[in-house]
Structures are given as structure tokens and as C-alpha cells.
């Protein structure tokens, strides 16, 4: 039948040549990862940067890898966490479905490190925080600063079970192992060494991992252009695609109605990749300021040609007759599958074997760091600061290593029951960038800006409005119907399209919100107004507490970044 999915075909046989070198492969990370706690820990403190070290607890030291990356490992860690599973079959399906033009979020988040790089890294190693969630505290206070917790939480763990969704559809494919053993193996392996090791772990072990992604995917793409069943030269526009016989584009166009939505995705995406605890564990962890920004920049560029590969291979799908290879067409909906099947089908079983290794390692080197990062920030900013504010150093590292596996288990089961990599992946970047990056540039740049009363007026309002908005990817529809909507028809989806830019739109009236409310509460109280009512928030706090520590610790940091720059050299 030509019109049958891969994706509604009888489980492949299982392949043991595969799923052998597949356990050894994930061996080999686990202990690798078990060991080099013991390795990096013995290194740590040779370097002028060992007084900073001195501060920290055991259980800071975990999360933050005793403050010691360097440039190499700094690079290698932060790009792996970037290209994951998610990253790499999501840009082959993007290709495939719509064009590269549309294959907006790896790029973008490339970007959004680099913009990373410049804008916050410096300043937030120079304060010597923990996590990501430390200035918003130091602004708003413990529990209102802890709100922010909920997007980071949701943004986290949608990502992570985006890109280990991903690995169960690919081990599927070439080993024919079922997705939810696939998912929660290799779960459970990343969160093993995790708990063990920390950021020790995660970043050893990222090296390893990105080197198998940049080699098992740039050694498969020859194979697959000599194959037989692929158009030589590829093809830039390609005619009878599918079952439907439609004409695809490899480039892809943006209609005019489309434009406003092009717009909202790639500003979403480049901004909201920046407020990301698994990003600004790296820049924390870094030896200095100086490295933070320089490792972002790097990062980005590192992302940026991580991606290439992937739109490579979606290209090659385009261009494959699916027909002639196994005999069934290939549909929209098996495009999360063009990375797997492109490996299993077009390579020689040794190719495939060694690109299995690399998007197995581009899962796992995400998942790891996401898991982790979330968990760190619930540790302190939430466990540590509301609940037990005075727990000893042992009892945080327990918390942080039950919430480690708590997180690891949510991720899981939303893996196995929602399994659109793509469209999680949009969400991922949608919520921290409309709830969460308007603080933390009001926080870090124009804490004078911003009280609570502003927070809690611009979080509310846009929170109701991005929810009003409807989501296609969930399953609702729009309330609140901006300008150029369009009503669904029933043909392609059952929910209506925003074409107005409406992400940005709630991200900029977040911020002028909480700007405005601010200014009117502290107009309000020195006017003696409602003194009384405004005055349980602080309202008479200039607020620059964490505006004026930021520029001292830039200010006081050159002389120390300038004593440390021998110690930094890779």
C-alpha cells in the first residue's frame, strides 16, 4: 500500500547487531560519566580561581563543577546542551514539512547564545550566583522571585522529554526497539551519572558526546548523497512528493500573510533561549567572566553548525524515492522519523550503527543537562530558601538528588505519552520568553525599573493572554483572536492560526506592564497615597540593590579576570 505510514507499520524485527553496540555505546557514557567526577575534582583548585571556590557548598559545588570550566570543556558542554535529539530530527522535519526557511529554532538558538553571551554572561558570573533564578529572588523576594520556577520548570522538562521523544521514534527505526524502553534506558542512564557526578558528569561526558554527534552524522551524509535511490545532484525543487504529488521546495517561501509569524518564531526563539538554567549553569560554572562570554559566543557558532548536518539530511529525504526503497511513500507525519530512517535505510549497517551513536549521544547530552538544571534551581530557590532555609549541606544534596530523579520520571512520562518533537520544542521557548525573559532583563539591566507590584501585574496579564491565545500544539483553541486570524477550515487542522506576531506582543506588554504598574506604585507612595496598603511589598525600595552590586562586581572583576587570564587558557 503507497499511502501507508511508516510510522502505522508492524514493529520492525529487532535488530541485535544494533541494540549490542547500542548497550556498549551507553556504557561507555555511564562510565565515563561515573568516573570523571573523581578526574575533574581532582583538578579543581589548581588555578587562581580556587579562592572562589572556597565558597562554595558541596552541594553548590555539584551544580556548579567548583566554578572551573575552561574554554575547551566550556564550549564542548554548552553547545552539546543545545544539540539534542530535539534539535537534530527537528531540523530534518522542519526542512522537510515547510523548507529551510522554516527551520527557525536551531539557528535561532544559536543566536540566542551568542546574544547570551554579550548581554548577561558577564554580569551574572560576576555576581557569583548558582542558579538562574538567584537575581529574580534578590529583586522580588524568595517567594515571589520562586514563581518563576513554574515557567522554568515546564520549559525544562518539555524540552527534555522533546528530545528523548525524539530517541524513541529513532532507536525504533534502526534497532526496532520500542519507544518507551528506549526512552526510559536511556533516561535512567543520563540521570545515573547525574546523580553521582553533578556538572562534573554532565560536561566530561558532553564531550564525548558532541564528538560522536559532529562525526556519526558528517560520516553518514556521503553514504547517503552516493545512494542509489537519492537524486544526484540533489534536487532544489522536487516534483510528485508523496502520495499527493506535490511539488516541495527545499528552500522554502514565507507568503505575505505568513511574514508576522515567521517574525514572532524567530524573535520567540533567539530571545527566549537566553533565560535557560541548563545555558546559565555553564556561564556560572565558568572560571570567570571572561570565559562565560567567550565559551556563549563560541557555543553559538558550535550550535549554528550542528544544524547543518541535520538540514542536510532532510534535504536528502526530499530527494529520496521512498518507493523504490521500502516500498511506501513517506507522509508529513513520518517526518520526525527522517533522521533515523535516512541512517537505517540509505547508509551501509556500520554508517548506521555509528549515526545511531550520534543521535543516542545528542539525547542523552541534553537530557542530562536540562534534568539537571531544573533541579538545581528547585534545590535552592525553592527547597533551601522557603522550606528549609537552614538545611544542613548533606540534606540539599539529598534533595537535590530525589528531585533529580523525580524530574527525570515527569520527563519520561510525558515522552511516552506526547511524542511531537517539534512542536514541543516551540513551547519550550514560548513560555520563558514571554513569563520569564522581560524580568530578567528588567532585573539584570534596569532593576530601577521594576518592583514587585510591577511583577505581579505584568506576569498575571501576560500569563492570561498567552493563555487566551490558544495553543494548536495542546489542543485549544483561540479566545482572544488577534488582528489577521485566520478561523479553522477543517481540511488541515481543527484550531485557527495566528498570523499577528502575538508572542512578542505579550512579551512587550509584559514588560511595559510591570514597568508601569512600577512607576505607579512608587509615585503612589511617595505621594503618600495608599502609604500603608503599597508598603507591605517594599514598595519604597529603591530596588537597586541588585543593579548597583552587578555594575561593583563588573567594575571589581577586571583586575581579577586580568590575574586569571593565564590560568583560563586551554
Known amino acids: 500500500n503507497e499511502y501507508k505510514s511508516y510510522l502505522s507499520m508492524s514493529e520492525k524485527e529487532l535488530n541485535v547487531t544494533g541494540l549490542i553496540g547500542l548497550i556498549v555505546f551507553y556504557l561507555l557514557i555511564f562510565f565515563a560519566g561515573l568516573f570523571s567526577q573523581k578526574v575533574l575534582g581532582k583538578l579543581k583548585g589548581k588555578n587562581a580561581a580556587k579562592k572562589e571556590d572556597d565558597k562554595l557548598t558541596t552541594t553548590d559545588d555539584m551544580m ?37 526557511v522554516w527551520c527557525q529554532a536551531p539557528f535561532c538558538y544559536a543566536i540566542s547564545l551568542i546574544c547570551g553571551g554579550i548581554f548577561f554572561a558577564k554580569k551574572m558570573r560576576n555576581m557569583e550566583y548558582v542558579t538562574m533564578l538567584d537575581p529574580l529572588q534578590e529583586k522580588y523576594g524568595k517567594h515571589l522571585g520562586a514563581l518563576f520556577y513554574i515557567p522554568a520548570f515546564s520549559g525544562e522538562i518539555l524540552w527534555s522529554a522533546s528530545i528523548l521523544a525524539a530517541l524513541g521514534t529513532s532507536l525504533r527505526v534502526i534497532c526496532g526497539i520500542g ?54 545532484p540533489l534536487q532544489a525543487t522536487i516534483e510528485n512528493w508523496g502520495p499527493d504529488k506535490v511539488t516541495k521546495s527545499v528552500l522554502g517561501s514565507i507568503a505575505p500573510g505568513d511574514a508576522g509569524m515567521w517574525v514572532d518564531h524567530a524573535i520567540m526563539m533567539a530571545c527566549g533561549g537566553i533565560p ?93 543537562s536540562s534534568i539537571l538544571g531544573v533541579s538545581s534551581m528547585f534545590t535552592r530557590n525553592v527547597f533551601v530558601r522557603i522550606f528549609r532555609p537552614k538545611a544542613s549541606d548533606r540534606m540539599q544534596m539529598w534533595a537535590l538528588r530525589i528531585t533529580v530523579i523525580a524530574n527525570t520520571a515527569i520527563a519520561m512520562v510525558i515522552a511516552i505519552a506526547v511524542k511531537s518533537v517539534y512542536g514541543l520544542y516551540l513551547i519550550c521557548s514560548d513560555l520563558v520568553f514571554v513569563l520569564l525573559f522581560p524580568h530578567l532583563v528588567l532585573v ?16 498575571s496579564i501576560a500569563f492570561l493572554i498567552r493563555v487566551l491565545a490558544g495553543e494548536p500544539y495542546l489542543s485549544y483553541s483561540a479566545v482572544l483572536k ?66 548597583t552590586v552587578i555594575e561593583n562586581a563588573v567594575v571589581n572583576s577586571e583586575s581579577r579576570d586580568n590575574e586569571l587570564v593565564d590560568s583560563t587558557k586551554i
Open 64 to 100: 556548579l563543577a567548583g566554578r572551573d570550566i575552561n574554554y575547551a570543556i566550556g564550549v564542548f558542554t554548552m553547545t552539546a546542551t543545545w544539540v539534542g535529539g530535539g534539535y537534530i530530527n527537528g531540523a530534518a522535519e522542519a526542512t522537510i514539512n515547510s523548507g529551510v
Open 179 to 232: 519507544d518507551e524502553e528506549s526512552i526510559i534506558v536511556s533516561a535512567g542512564i543520563a540521570m545515573s551519572y547525574t546523580l553521582f557526578g553533578g556538572l562534573y558528569s554532565v560536561a566530561f561526558t558532553d564531550v564525548f558526546q558532541l564528538t560522536c554527534i559532529f562525526l556519526g552524522l558528517i560520516i553518514a551524509i556521503p553514504f547517503m548523497m552516493n545512494n542509489e535511490h537519492v537524486n544526484n
Open 276 to 368: 535557560w538554567q541548563a545555558y546559565f549553569q555553564r556561564v556560572l560554572s565558568s572560571r570567570n567572566a571572561s570565559v562565560a562570554r567567550v565559551l556563549s559566543i563560541f557555543a553559538g557558532i558550535g550550535c549554528f553548525s550542528a544544524a547543518i548536518p541535520a538540514v542536510v539530511i532532510g534535504v536528502i529525504v526530499l530527494n529520496t524515492n521512498w518507493m523504490a526503497v521500502q516500498d511506501a511513500h513517506l507522509l508529513d507525519e513520518d517526518a520526525k522519523l527522517a533522521v533515523p530512517l535516512a541512517l537505517e535505510t540509505l547508509c551501509p549497517p556500520a554508517v548506521s550503527f555509528i549515526g545511531l551513536g550520534a543521535v543516542s549521544a545528542a539525547v542523552m547530552s541534553s537530557t542530562d
Open 444 to 459: 539584570v539591566h534596569f532593576p530601577k525599573l521594576v518592583n514587585k507590584y510591577g511583577m505581579i501585574a505584568g506576569f
Open 482 to 547: 488577534f488582528p489577521y486570524y485566520v478561523e479553522p477550515d477543517g481540511s488541515d487542522s481543527d484550531f485557527g492560526t495566528q498570523r499577528f506576531p502575538f508572542r512578542i506582543f505579550c512579551m512587550l506588554l509584559h514588560l511595559f506592564i510591570s514597568m508601569a504598574v512600577s512607576w505607579l506604585t512608587k509615585f503612589l507612595y511617595r505621594s503618600g497615597y495608599l502609604k500603608d496598603v503599597l508598603d507591605e511589598f517594599s514598595v519604597a525600595d529603591p530596588g537597586n540593590k541588585v543593579g
